[in-house]
């Protein structure tokens, strides 16, 4: 195992991936604190780097363990697609009810925060310090169950480990490739909101708004809803599209050979190779995934309206066989509704 390739993974992709969801729920818990905070005898002026520190740490700890059980119970672990859209969608609706606390919406949505008992608070004896504590901890464990699709990547590197220490070393040296950035967008949702309180509280309200959704369009996405950002604006994108142009079809039209029409799609960081393609009815496909130092949601291939699931390791082939014998267009997608791609069976 390459360390310092997984700590650089983390450190760029796996930051960048992780930090639409997981990044969300820190910084909405950030700016609700700020929020929340009075001028006078009590500051957040020396508490600023409490909610990113023990968000980080609880982070940290919690996917180590998690790395440890899965190196040592193999793909035995793995959670299940409806578990993680179940989670993935806890994760979206917090923080569309954060965003509804930061523009005081309702006063329902201040019980959106997570408040310590009541026997913290008299451990640590003082209730502003107790939430800049215990809240970001609880969210920063509790991200082990919001995977972002680079996470995804590393489960499975520690599952294929088959070993407990290796399992725990992967997610450790991982997420603390992805601490700093996560650390900056803490501190700077921290300091910027004490100038720029009310515009920066809006902003991160819409953020949040954006994040929330479009967490919600991809599970709509891996459900092949018949609703979804994607068909609602498929006319339009058609329209200038290089297909609607050239007069033709831009789709990879896959030939029947020895009664089978094999696919082949790579599985690359960014999508799917290719994204488009036609297959006939009532025939046989045999569709092949491939992988090669991929490390993205990609890699976690959805293909509900035909039942096919498919975990990929980084560098990694596998084939299924199926028969479709409808005609129409079908999605195919990655496990979080990032990446997609379209099957036409004519």
């Not at 910084?27 to 957040?44: L, N, P, R, V, Y």
């Amino acid at each position: 195992m390459n360390y310092w390739l997984i700590f650089l993974t983390g450190l760029t992709t796996g930051g960048l991936s992780c930090l639409a969801m997981q990044g969300g729920l820190l910084a909405g818990t950030i700016a609700t604190q700020k929020d929340e905070e009075t001028t006078g005898k009590k500051s957040f002026d020396q508490l600023d780097w409490l909610p990113v520190g023990f968000f980080l740490i609880a982070k940290l700890i919690s996917h180590t363990i998690l790395g440890f059980f899965l190196g040592w119970l193999g793909s035995q672990i793995e959670l299940s697609l409806t578990l993680r859209l179940v989670f993935q969608a806890f994760a979206a609706l917090f923080m569309l009810a954060t965003a509804g606390n930061l523009l005081d919406l309702h006063p329902m949505f201040r019980y959106v925060l997570v408040q310590p008992p009541k026997f913290l608070q008299r451990i640590i004896r003082n209730s502003v310090k107790s939430k800049a504590v215990f809240t970001p901890a609880v969210l920063g464990f509790l991200t082990i169950f919001i995977p972002c699709g680079v996470t995804q990547a590393m489960e499975v590197l520690a599952i294929t480990s088959g070993n407990a220490v290796l399992g725990a070393s992967i997610m450790f040296f991982f997420v603390l490739g992805t601490s700093p950035l996560f650390a900056a967008l803490g501190i700077a949702t921290a300091r910027l909101s004490e100038t720029f309180n009310q515009r920066f509280l809006k902003f991160a309200a819409a953020a949040l708004i954006f994040l929330g959704l479009s967490s919600l369009n991809g599970i709509a996405t891996v459900l092949d809803s018949p609703v979804t950002f994607e068909k609602l604006t498929r006319p339009i994108t058609y329209f200038f599209s290089a297909e609607r142009f050239a007069g033709a079809s831009i789709e990879s039209s896959v030939k029947v050979q020895n009664g089978i029409q094999a696919v082949v799609i790579q599985v690359q960081n960014n999508g799917y190779s290719p994204n488009r393609v036609r297959v006939q009815a009532g025939t046989p496909v045999e569709l092949t995934l491939q992988t090669n130092e991929t490390y993205s949601c990609a890699s976690s291939f959805v293909f509900k309206p035909f039942n096919i699931r498919m975990q990929l390791g980084p560098t990694d082939t596998q084939t299924v066989t199926f028969t479709p014998s409808k005609k129409g267009k079908y999605t195919f997608t990655c496990s979080m509704g990032m990446y997609t791609g379209i099957l036409e069976v004519v």
